[in-house]
């Protein structure tokens, strides 16, 4: 118990105090850790808002105020933003929590299983509710952090790759023949290839083009995933620093 009470607040004010790299303060090997794979994320882009340029996997957080590098998502829990530079005490601190829950709410039941003839005050009840609900809670959302380490991607990641498949689904994402992606957003998709209206899956790109020769994208595994590794481990690593 006195393991959970001390690394588990300490891994919280860790990944707090830590918080991830941004663009503004950086190690310059970390802002070009990861490549452009031209799908989700393009070079020579620059942030709306802060005015530098984009690093892949990079998000800019109205909160903070500021790119956060290979960022996941802007948790109210550690007043931070979960990026490159604090994965490793946000994923141990969601961890700790879950056994730690797990641990007391197992413990105060089989107290209170081994001794059937006390009568228990009802913040005993109270406090078997609390510790077995946050026990769920930690754990379901644990795994949903760490399944998507395992697809190798973050949570900002999860949505635009959503995106791109629904797309795929609806037969209108291509990939031209010199490897480019886009869009077709053409209403009627019977008409012919040269009468088709294409947007680059660049979010910032709003030109509309007309191509000749393209590939129709209909399986997932005709898309490339760059920034996975093909192992839990070793997309764990990569995000981790390790």
Not at 213 to 238: C, H, M, P, V, W
Request: proline share 4%; with cysteine.
């Amino acid at each position: 118990m006195p393991f959970f009470i001390v690394l588990t607040p300490l891994t919280g004010i860790l990944a707090a105090i830590m918080g991830p790299e941004t663009t503004k303060n950086c190690r310059r090997k970390n802002i070009n850790e990861f490549k452009y794979d031209c799908l989700l994320f393009y070079p020579d882009i620059k942030c709306r808002t802060c005015q530098l340029p984009k690093p892949a996997r990079s998000k800019h957080c109205n909160v903070c105020n500021q790119c956060v590098l290979t960022v996941d998502h802007h948790c109210i829990w550690i007043n931070n933003c979960v990026g490159l530079g604090n994965y490793l005490y946000f994923y141990l601190f969601l961890m700790l929590n879950s056994l730690s829950m797990s641990y007391a709410f197992v413990r105060s039941m089989f107290i209170v299983w081994l001794n059937p003839h006390i009568t228990y005050p009802k913040s005993i009840l109270a406090f078997n509710l609390l510790t077995g609900s946050f026990a769920v809670i930690c754990i379901i959302f644990t795994y949903l952090q760490l399944s998507m380490v395992k697809e190798g991607m973050t949570t900002n990641e999860k949505d635009k790759w959503f995106t791109v498949h629904e797309y795929m689904r609806e037969k209108r994402l291509v990939k031209s023949n010199d490897g480019k992606w886009y869009y077709d957003l053409t209403s009627q998709l019977d008409l012919p290839s040269d009468q088709h209206d294409f947007f680059s899956t660049n979010p910032y790109d709003g030109r509309v083009y007309r191509l000749g020769n393209y590939t129709l994208i209909e399986e997932a595994g005709q898309i490339n995933n760059i920034y996975d590794k093909g192992s839990f481990y070793g997309n764990l690593r990569t995000l981790c620093l390790i």
